[in-house]
């Protein structure tokens, strides 16, 4: 299996390679030709918003990504405007309805701004599908053709929980900017500053109490992921909140799928919250993998992003000192930004949580700058969930 097999549309036109991809996202060699549902990556993140003009606008201006692609009534879609960018390897579709009767419409007023799928490059969507439909997945779109000057996409798209869906792509024959449908569309603002993420790290899911197990074994089955990691009990829990977590992930780890549960505790979990305000399960953050945290955060937050707060107390903590040991910067510059620094036993990471980025208190985004680690910060989940509970009592829903 060559290198250039490894990769991509997505990380070929960021010109990432496999190297890289290790360090950002922690990418692992795996022959893909034994999977029974093999998938190579990430390919896009399908986003129900509504306002897809001006959310596309602070995309660029606020988060400096690259407007690539464009769908709406002018090329024919009558039922919603589709904004294409990119950073790096990331690819966000931002749709929002302009029919009001129209699907687009329908999940944003069941949802609020949320994700409807997370769509993955395979390199061969009939086998994915046939092995998804014998083992019990639900199809929702079989698969078909789309087709233009540019070439053809094979696809198709199964159901995951709640109303989110994995549409599977093989872009092997195609050329364009994005899908047949799309035109290509160019950034106008004028200077996005630097490139702040280069690649997507992981999707994290919150579902029902009693259905993590459930999709655990979905992503396993269906699609023949590993389990990666596990966290519950006291090293997640607070004094008021608690919640379970399973990751499962593709062979090569491009792909990682944290789940999260409540778990019962004192006070209505940040989990709970989730679930009340999105309306059921849902896509609860992404985590962005970039090279520099500190100058993505300091861009970002004169921009406008508010992170979550971290208590000083966290980095005055001698237990925490002695674990992390040694990373790239002084934890005074860390402190500062209230980016958070995790180690295991392959390296360390650190990590930010920005505030919900929408109406609702639910999505939100992670920022991640890994070295070594494969792991997701469980050494910070206590003070990650304690600022989190901060924010739910200041909205009166703790």
């Known amino acids: 299996m060559t290198v250039e097999h490894t990769l991509t549309d997505a990380e070929r036109l960021a010109e990432l390679d496999a190297a890289t991809l290790h360090r950002l996202v922690g990418l692992v060699e795996h022959d893909g030709s034994r999977d029974p549902f093999p998938v190579t990556g990430w390919d896009a993140v399908v986003w129900a918003v509504g306002n897809a003009t001006q959310a596309a606008l602070v995309h660029q201006v606020v988060h400096g990504m690259e407007l690539v692609a464009y769908s709406g009534p002018?090329?024919?879609?009558?039922?919603?405007?589709?904004?294409?960018?990119?950073?790096?390897?990331?690819?966000?579709?931002?749709?929002?309805?302009?029919?009001?009767?129209?699907?687009?419409?329908?999940?944003?007023?069941?949802?609020?701004?949320?994700?409807v799928d997370i769509a993955l490059e395979v390199p061969d969507v009939d086998r994915c599908i046939a092995h998804a439909r014998?083992?019990?997945?639900?199809?929702?779109?079989?698969?078909?053709?789309?087709?233009?000057?540019?070439?053809?996409?094979?696809?198709?798209?199964?159901?995951?929980?709640?109303?989110?869906?994995?549409?599977?792509?093989?872009?092997?024959?195609?050329?364009?900017?994005?899908?047949?449908?799309?035109?290509?569309?160019?950034?106008?603002?004028?200077?996005?500053?630097?490139?702040?993420?280069?690649?997507?790290?992981?999707?994290?899911?919150?579902?029902?109490?009693?259905?993590?197990?459930?999709?655990?074994?979905?992503?396993r089955r269906i699609m023949g992921f590993t389990n990666m990691a596990e966290f519950v009990g006291d090293d997640i829990a607070t004094d008021y909140s608690a919640l379970m977590s399973k990751v499962v992930a593709s062979g090569n780890h491009r792909v990682k799928f944290p789940l999260n549960e409540p778990s019962p505790g004192r006070r209505r979990s940040q989990i709970d919250e989730y679930l009340q305000f999105y309306g059921g399960p849902g896509v609860q953050h992404l985590a962005l993998a970039t090279d520099d945290i500190l100058r993505t955060v300091d861009v970002l937050r004169s921009r406008g992003v508010e992170f979550l707060d971290t208590p000083a107390a966290y980095y005055d903590d001698p237990d925490l000192r002695a674990r992390i040991g040694r990373v790239r910067v002084p934890i005074g510059e860390l402190r500062s930004r209230g980016i958070l620094v995790d180690r295991d036993e392959d390296g360390y990471l650190l990590q930010i949580f920005t505030k919900p980025v929408g109406d609702r208190p639910t999505v939100f985004f992670e920022l991640i700058e890994r070295h070594g680690s494969l792991g997701f910060g469980k050494g910070n989940f206590k003070a990650l969930f304690e600022a989190i509970e901060r924010e739910q009592e200041r909205r009166g829903n703790i």
């Open 74 to 115: 002018e090329t024919g879609n009558r039922d919603h405007q589709a904004y294409v960018l990119r950073s790096g390897a990331v690819r966000f579709e931002l749709r929002g309805a302009v029919d009001p009767a129209g699907p687009v419409a329908d999940h944003h007023r069941a949802h609020g701004d949320g994700i």
């Open 134 to 219: 014998a083992h019990g997945a639900t199809v929702l779109v079989e698969p078909h053709d789309l087709a233009d000057e540019h070439g053809t996409v094979r696809t198709a798209a199964i159901a995951t929980y709640g109303d989110t869906r994995h549409t599977l792509v093989d872009r092997s024959r195609y050329t364009g900017p994005y899908l047949p449908g799309y035109v290509a569309r160019s950034s106008t603002v004028a200077d996005r500053g630097p490139r702040l993420f280069q690649a997507l790290d992981h999707v994290v899911g919150n579902v029902e109490l009693g259905r993590m197990d459930t999709w655990v074994d979905f992503y």
